[in-house]
């Protein structure tokens, strides 16, 4: 009996250093965008487990207001020590559904602007933003030979449930909560405008350049935002992508520019 618990304990020891070792060797090797216990930083590249991170930051319905502030706050400094200028908005409280709580506005700095710029968004939804705006739309803009100038936005916040029902039943949209990022153009800095409703189908002044290019927009959202929506997704969204941080995810893909080309081809 005394043999077999110093077997057992000889075992679990081994078992105990092979994994501290294993963990220090994950640690230093793998990268940290990948490991979520270590922080979020905006400028590295979008990994597994950035979008966790951000998550993270979420502020539930039930949070007390000194929770959302001390939230909002390490939300806002992740920001700013990425070079972003943001100050705190007012949050709003329309009655129902409709409940904003720890409201920011991008200001400036190392960021592409959201047109209009009066846009009041949850933090956690302008670190997804800005993250987006580092590591996909700067190199998807300059894949096309420029860089993005402005991002042409049909509003954050709206007091509606989903597609501005009126069905009391279905669930209320992320923008009653000012979560969500309804995006119409980018404007390069060239003057070229790549439009959702223009350049999606690749039958805009753009081409299949602009319609890559917003595919591109749309595959590297999938990667930071809960739900994001096209105009594969359905008519109300042949203006705009919808990007939002729901707790759920959605990605609603589409055929490729050279997909389509082939199903053209076939079906001619």
């Known amino acids: 009996m005394g043999r077999n618990l110093a077997d057992l304990w000889s075992l679990g020891w081994t078992l105990a250093v092979g994994a501290c070792a294993?963990?220090?060797?994950?640690?230093?090797?793998?990268?940290?965008?990948?490991l979520p216990w270590k922080p979020l930083r905006v400028d590295r590249p979008i990994g597994s487990a950035t979008g966790a991170k951000i998550d993270q930051l979420e502020l539930g319905?039930?949070?007390?207001?000194?929770?959302?502030?001390?939230?909002?706050?390490?939300c806002m400094e992740t920001l700013r020590q990425a070079g972003v200028e943001v100050r705190r908005a007012e949050d709003l409280n329309d009655g129902g559904f409709c409940l904003v709580r720890g409201a920011v506005r991008i200001t400036g700095?190392?960021?592409?602007?959201?047109a209009p710029a009066d846009s009041p968004m949850q933090c956690p939804l302008a670190l997804r933003?800005?993250?987006?705006?580092?590591?996909?739309?700067?190199?998807?803009?300059?894949?096309?030979g420029s860089a993005p100038?402005?991002?042409?936005?049909?509003?954050?916040?709206?007091?509606?449930?989903?597609?501005?029902?009126?069905?009391?039943?279905?669930?209320p949209s992320q923008h009653a909560r000012a979560n969500a990022l309804d995006i119409g153009s980018v404007t390069l800095k060239d003057g070229r405008v790549i439009s959702v409703l223009?350049?999606?189908?690749?039958?805009?002044?753009?081409?299949?350049?602009?319609?890559?290019m917003l595919r591109r927009l749309r595959d590297g959202a999938c990667q930071l935002f809960g739900v994001v929506l096209t105009p594969d997704y359905n008519a109300a969204h042949a203006n705009h992508l919808h990007l939002d941080g729901s707790?759920?995810?959605?990605?609603?893909?589409?055929?490729?520019?050279?997909?389509?080309?082939?199903?053209?081809?076939?079906?001619?």
């Not at 640690?27 to 940290?32: A, G, K, L, R, T």
């Open 61 to 74: 319905l039930s949070l007390p207001p000194e929770a959302v502030e001390s939230e909002t706050l390490r």
């Open 22 to 34: 294993t963990f220090a060797l994950v640690d230093v090797y793998v990268p940290p965008q990948h």
């Open 149 to 171: 100038a402005s991002v042409q936005s049909y509003g954050t916040y709206a007091c509606r449930r989903i597609y501005g029902s009126q069905n009391d039943g279905d669930r």
């Open 109 to 114: 700095g190392d960021v592409t602007p959201i």
């Open 247 to 268: 707790p759920f995810k959605l990605c609603a893909e589409g055929p490729s520019p050279q997909e389509r080309q082939r199903l053209a081809a076939k079906a001619g």
């Open 198 to 212: 223009d350049d999606w189908a690749g039958r805009g002044p753009r081409g299949e350049q602009g319609s890559t």
């Open 129 to 144: 933003y800005v993250i987006w705006d580092r590591q996909v739309l700067r190199p998807a803009a300059e894949a096309l």
